[in-house]
């Protein structure tokens, strides 16, 4: 029996971490594993069958290492991945354990966030292709106004060091323009992937000042806050020493690297091979 009981953060990648640093801030005293299936990345243009897989394997081995809760910080994993493995795979194998994701509590905040009632979604290829965010967006706002736009070159330029340069203004300004031009009441804007955020200030720079910007990790954290104060079944297992492990499936070195860009402190990772 496994004494420890984390929570657990999974991602494709990187961007988990910026989800992962904001649920750490505001919940800082339970344990934590982190891992990013590196090696199998990117997810997002992979069929929703393979996300699927990739992502019940992961979250398999999550429940291996004791962890009651597991979050799927990734938004291509939680619109492919998350609803079958909620109603198909939780009650047949694991009834007491939980796996959330990133697009639901985002989908119940972000009619809060506009006032024109017109947004738009900015994602990769594979989320936005899903339709998840209209379909649980209109759940909570049917009358919200849903622009969804996938910005393929943003997580490439982010992987490969190019955040900073020329060529990320030229591709941020591209797909805003893209955005802006399909609806111009937007009057806020989802950073839909958790890579995203990386590029926030250029991607504000390139916006009108009345355009508000949003990324999910504050959303997610304070959402975990609430689900935790609701399901004191799973909040009273969870260990709490502020342990915090990181594994990646791929190199540790080139993780440790980019990591420290998405959580903004010092990453060590363990290599996982699944």
């Known amino acids: ?27 800082p005293q339970y344990d934590y594993i982190y891992l990013g299936d590196n090696a199998r990345a990117p997810y997002g243009n992979r069929s929703f069958e393979t996300v699927y897989q990739y992502t019940l394997e992961c979250v398999q081995w999550f429940f291996d290492k004791g962890c009651p809760l597991v979050i799927l910080a990734c938004n291509t994993a939680s619109a492919k991945a998350l609803r079958t493995i909620q109603q198909i795979d939780l009650p047949k194998l694991h009834t007491e354990k939980k796996v959330l994701g990133v697009i639901r509590p985002t989908s119940e905040i972000i009619g809060k966030l506009t006032h024109s009632n017109h947004i738009g979604i900015l ?22 106004v849903v622009n969804p736009l996938a910005c393929p070159m943003w997580v490439p330029i982010i992987e490969n060091g190019g955040y900073n340069s020329e060529g990320a203004d030229y591709f941020i300004q591209q797909y805003l323009d893209e955005l802006l031009s399909k609806d111009d009441k937007i009057d806020t804007i989802l950073l839909a992937c958790t890579h995203y955020p990386v590029l926030i200030n250029k991607i504000k720079k390139h916006l009108p000042d009345n355009i508000n910007v949003v990324a999910q990790g504050d959303i997610v954290a304070h ?52």
């Open 223 to 274: 959402s975990l806050f609430d689900y935790l104060q609701r399901h004191k079944e799973i909040e009273q297992i969870l260990t709490r020493s502020g342990n915090i492990s990181v594994f990646t499936t791929d190199d540790t070195t080139d993780f440790d690297n980019h990591a420290t860009l998405f959580f903004e402190q010092e990453i060590r990772s363990e290599r996982l091979h699944l």
């Open 123 to 144: 994602g990769t290829k594979g989320t936005i292709n899903s339709g998840s965010y209209e379909i649980e967006i209109n759940k909570f706002y049917p009358g919200l």
């Open 1 to 27: 029996m496994n004494s420890l009981h984390p929570i657990g953060i999974f991602d494709s990648g990187y961007g988990g971490l910026t989800v992962f640093k904001s649920i750490k801030a505001l919940l």
